[in-house]
């Protein structure tokens, strides 16, 4: 990726530029110390002065409007706010009006930014204070008062803290008068500019020390770049939070949001003052020192997925490369690239107006549909369909450009979501919600409505980033999330009535991906990376589960790596200095899955003997036990040397009834109550009282007799049993109760059970007949 920089042979202003601004994709405005408002308009190429302020106000800092306001939306910006060195701010319209003229401060008003709403403007002055101001420019309260200059402001995400420098430090104030504020020392030089991203919620800082840095909110360093020649005297964010540009003396540079550098350019601009994203975030303004105006445009992003290549050579142009046999395929679009996404064997590309669906075996015939609004911020794919996000919506469609649904929920802010907060699958639709960051939303893709009975999948803690895993069934369907103590966990998505269990899986996890094949998970766990073959081993038996895991020491990717995509059995890692390293993993437990998935249990099994592997044999008595086949189970298990489950596999087999096998195979897993109900549905009372008794559940297994008025005395003699053993007394009430006046004939008991166990096997042997007979019939 780099930048393509314009800039004209003389400028536009006769001065310096302080500040620039952009109303639409193509339509800027710039202010300088020659008093004038310039309009820049990039499809023409053309500028006009709009207004020529008073000889005494010399700009400092500009910022439109925000564009959305809740319901009624607009299509551009209509007005601005400018600081100026006189100590007031002035509201200005998009025609060049001065609406109104405020006295701020005492000396210049160095910041002034608009909320995300727009229902506030924070304004920053050298006389060290900061004040928050109504829409039509009414003081509302002064945040903070000190003794040194603030020369930056910002924001917070939500629109309720505010960032804003304090000499070498960075200060975090809620707008709650109680609330704790956060402070540090940022730089070693005074802190000159600072943004807040509100899709990521990190924080750059750029200071007279020559450096830029990247913070957590919680104030905590990301990223520490070598020191610059000179000051760095802008940063801003893109507004998808994937990129930030960084502004100095004749330097222009592009960074990653982990902090490396992708591009740097040397313009001969004098310092930039600062920088401006457009709202499609394809390109950035800058306000030079030298009266120039200097426009770059983000060019030659990659995409890249199996044997294919896909380039964006210049605004309007992607070349198609296919490293197999060196083909190249030129792709034209009528309008300018903002997003684009290659996965699945299709390639999405949005414009500003339009959006494109290549197949990867033919590049010439694309399938093209115009955009309800411009600026799509995020493209995910999966099997069958795609998602576009943007400023209005979430809208997903099919690759043949039908329109298949837009989910919705209360409080829903698409300008937020990014790939770690939304996942899709071929039939679910995970959203990760931003008002309460525990809860996730989840919605069937088919038609956009919650999925099941309607709940909403909430977690104990903080939820970082979620994914759906791409394969298998509906019913199947699991979603694992990393949380804010960075835990790893995997619960279905399926909610019906009763609560799904959310299972950790591991801990320290930093960045986590699925197969696009199978359902194989892989994560950065610390200093190790982590392959789960079979992560639904939690729900069978998790005591293999280490069993079912590959693990690699995961040094060599240097501190803070992400994993960008898993597809097939290769998995590539982004290094924190940018550098991509692949990694294959066997690719025998794929076909393992593939197996499995069409009860290819010989094969599976055949196929485990070829491999040798303790790995494959505990994915395949996971899998065998998970699908009910408890032959394959058995062979597996005896492979891995687990012999206590052999025999219990055993047992099982020559268990009378239908029922009975099933319930115990539900108890292997550990479903307890499921058994149960299994049993109690069945009419086999009895039995699901022994397996209350076997598991020393005595409370639930007298209920149980009590309920249906049978074998109490049985339930009663095991217990005085049980209690004979460890020489203990009869405490509990209940059992005192029942005990009392009743004589145990261990005899007698004996006998009931031998009937009960004879009533089932009749049971199961006539039901087998009516089967045969319905067979002949």
């Known amino acids: 990726m780099r930048l393509k920089i314009s800039l004209l042979k003389e400028p536009k202003h006769q001065e310096l530029v302080s500040c620039v601004g952009w109303t639409t994709a193509e339509e800027l405005y710039s202010c300088s110390d020659d008093h004038q408002i310039v309009k820049w308009n990039l499809l023409t190429s053309e500028t006009s002065q709009i207004v020529k302020l008073p000889d005494d106000i010399y700009p400092i800092d500009l910022h439109w409007f925000p564009k959305s306001l809740g319901i009624k939306k607009q299509t551009q910006a209509e007005s601005f706010v400018l600081t100026s060195s006189d100590g007031k701010f002035h509201l200005i319209s998009k025609l060049g009006r001065v609406e109104k ?17 727009g229902t506030a403007l924070v304004t920053a002055g050298e006389d060290g204070q900061i004040k928050i101001w109504s829409k039509t420019g009414m003081l509302r309260s002064t945040l903070a008062q000190q003794g040194t200059p603030v020369y930056s402001v910002v924001w917070g995400p939500d629109s309720e803290k505010v960032l804003y420098t304090a000499g070498k430090q960075l200060i975090i104030k809620p707008l709650q008068p109680n609330a704790k504020v956060l402070q540090w020392k940022a730089h070693d030089g005074i802190i000159l500019k600072v943004d807040w991203n509100s899709v990521n919620d990190l924080i750059l800082s750029a200071g007279e020390d020559c450096k830029y840095k990247v913070w957590d909110s919680y104030g905590r360093p990301l990223y520490n770049s070598q020191p610059h020649e000179h000051p760095i005297t802008s940063v801003a964010w893109a507004p998808d939070g994937e990129l930030f540009a960084v502004g100095s003396f004749h330097t222009l540079r592009l960074c990653d949001k982990t902090g490396w550098s992708y591009a740097l350019e040397k313009p001969n601009t004098g310092s930039i003052f600062n920088i401006a994203w457009s709202i499609d975030g394809t390109q950035i303004a800058g306000a030079c020192g030298n009266g120039h105006v200097v426009f770059a445009h983000v060019v030659e992003q990659r995409w890249e997925w199996k044997n294919f290549q896909v380039t964006l050579t210049k605004r309007r142009t992607m070349q198609v490369r296919n490293v197999l046999n060196d083909a190249v395929d030129l792709l034209e679009f009528r309008d300018r690239v903002i997003k684009a996404s290659l996965n699945y064997a299709h390639l999405v590309v949005s414009t500003s107006l339009q959006c494109y669906v290549f197949s990867t075996k033919n590049w010439n015939t694309p399938l093209i549909f115009d955009l309800k609004e411009g600026t799509v911020s995020l493209i995910l794919q999966a099997e069958r369909h795609f998602l576009l996000v943007d400023g209005g919506g979430i809208y997903l469609y099919s690759y043949e450009g039908r329109f298949i649904s837009s989910p919705k929920f209360p409080g829903m802010r698409t300008d937020i979501l990014n790939a770690q907060t939304v996942s899709l699958s071929n039939d679910t639709i995970a959203i990760k919600d931003k008002a309460d960051e525990k809860i996730i939303f989840l919605f069937e893709a088919s038609t956009g409505k919650p999925l099941g009975d309607g709940k909403l999948l909430s977690h104990k803690n903080e939820i970082l980033e979620i994914a759906l895993d791409q394969k298998g069934l509906t019913n199947d369907r699991k979603i694992a999330f990393i949380d804010k103590n960075r835990d790893l966990y995997i619960t279905s998505v399926k909610r019906f009535g009763k609560e799904e269990q959310i299972i950790k899986l591991g801990t320290m996890v930093h960045t986590l991906a699925w197969s696009d094949t199978c359902n194989i998970l892989c994560g950065l766990q610390d200093t190790r990376f982590t392959v789960w073959y079979y992560p639904n081993t939690v729900y069978v038996d998790r005591d293999i589960l280490p069993k079912t895991l590959y693990e690699r020491d995961a040094s060599e990717f240097s501190k803070n790596p992400h994993i960008v995509s898993f597809v097939g059995n290769q998995v590539t890692i982004r290094r924190a200095d940018g550098s991509l390293i692949h990694i294959s993993i066997s690719p025998y437990p794929g076909i393992l899955h593939e197996y499995v998935s069409s009860s290819k249990w010989e094969d599976g099994v055949r ?5 040798k592997e303790q790995t494959m044999w505990a994915c395949l008595a996971a899998m065998a036990v998970a699908n009910r086949d408890m032959t394959t189970a058995e062979i597996a298990y005896a492979a891995i040397g687990e012999i206590d489950k052999v025999q219990y596999i055993n047992s099982i087999k020559d268990l009378p009834s239908k029922e009975s096998k ?25 039995q699901a009282i022994q397996i209350n008794i076997n598991l020393y559940n005595w409370e639930r297994a007298l209920e149980l007799a009590v309920k249906y008025k049978t074998h109490v005395d049985t339930v009663l003699a095991y217990r005085q049993k049980f209690l004979e053993t460890f020489g203990k007394q009869e405490t509990n009430k209940r059992y005192l109760q029942y005990a009392e006046g009743l004589q145990i004939d261990w005899e007698k008991i004996k006998a009931k059970i031998e009937m009960e166990i004879t009533k089932e096997r009749e049971q199961s042997s006539s039901s087998q007949s009516s089967k045969h007979i319905g067979l002949k019939h």
């Open 607 to 611: 196929l485990c003997r070829f491999v």
């Open 662 to 686: 099933m319930a115990h195979i539900l108890m292997f897993s550990g479903n307890i109550q499921e058994a149960e109900m299994v049993l109690l549905q069945a009419g086999l009372i009895y």
């Open 101 to 117: 003229s405020v006295e701020a401060h005492c000396g210049a008003v160095l910041a002034g930014r608009w909320n995300y709403e």
